[in-house]
Nanobody, 122 residues
């Protein structure tokens, strides 16, 4: 079992920044891929980025490349998503997820956090 708790969401103006955190506990070594997804009202859950606990692999969605950075702190068992140059279309609930394979598909992730709301005003 892996438990995930997100924090750091909020309301920000376009062009601003936010940093999301995902605190992981439990058998995290069994799920080396840590990802962020997001879901806006009426939309499907969308891949944002993933990183491995080892730091050997990471991937970003095209829509966030150059603006978002995913990182991890192995001592704190925490994964971060630094979001810069935010746009209104980034507004969504952001979810942290843990999985066992290199994938941008939500179905390949086994554990999910409760989500944190990010709202970007224009």
């Amino acid at each position: 079992q892996v438990q995930l708790v997100e924090s750091g969401g909020g309301l920000v103006q376009a062009g601003g920044s936010l940093r999301l955190s995902c605190a992981a506990s439990g058998r995290t070594w069994r799920k080396p891929y840590m990802a962020w997804f997001r879901q806006a009202p009426g939309n499907e859950r969308e891949f944002v980025a993933f990183v491995t606990w080892s730091g050997s692999e990471s991937r970003y969605a095209d829509s966030v490349k150059g603006r978002f950075t995913i990182s991890r702190d192995n001592v704190q068992n925490t994964v971060y998503l630094q979001m810069n140059s935010l746009k209104p279309e980034d507004t969504a609930v952001y979810y942290c997820a843990a999985g066992g394979m290199s994938s941008g598909l939500a179905l390949d992730y086994d554990y999910w956090g409760q989500g944190t709301q990010v709202t970007v005003s224009s």
